[in-house]
């Protein structure tokens, strides 16, 4: 189980920018962070864990949201085994608690469920005020 520790988070003005970033560690002897499918979830009070970003491996396909999509990018460096979440134009409702998370996935459809992975960061508080 690979180890996530989540950076950045805040509070911001509508319209701000932001920048998350997650480092793994604890990755199995061998093997790198582009082995793993890495992801952003987000989850406010009383709601469920949603999708934000995922990408399979490094050089795939970076999937998004239509409520992000066009204002966030997930970011990979897994020469020093880091994702980083770049969020611009930020609204109201994208106020939650950020998660990464990083799993060996084998399947697109699995992607975008969170109980398809195993390794959690702790979650970082973005909040953005109207």
């Known amino acids: 189980q690979v180890t996530l520790v989540e950076s950045g988070g805040g509070t911001v003005q509508a319209g701000d920018s932001q920048r998350l970033s997650c480092e793994a560690s604890?990755?199995?002897?061998?093997?790198?962070?582009?082995?793993?499918?890495v992801a952003w979830f987000r989850q406010t009070p009383g709601k469920e864990r949603e999708y934000v970003a995922v990408?399979?491996?490094?050089?795939?396909?970076?999937y998004y949201s239509d409520s992000v999509k066009g204002r966030f990018t997930l970011s990979r460096d897994d020469a020093v085994n880091t994702v980083s979440l770049r969020m611009n134009n930020l609204k109201p409702e994208d106020t939650a608690i950020y998660y990464c998370?990083?799993?060996?996935?084998?399947?697109?459809?699995?992607?975008?469920?969170?109980?398809?992975?195993?390794?959690w960061g702790q979650g970082t508080q973005v909040t953005v005020s109207s």
């Open positions: 990408n399979r491996w490094p050089g795939g396909s970076t």
């Open positions: 604890g990755i199995a002897p061998g093997s790198t962070l582009n082995s793993y499918a």
């Open positions: 998370a990083a799993e060996l996935i084998g399947t697109v459809k699995q992607l975008f469920r969170p109980s398809s992975y195993g390794s």
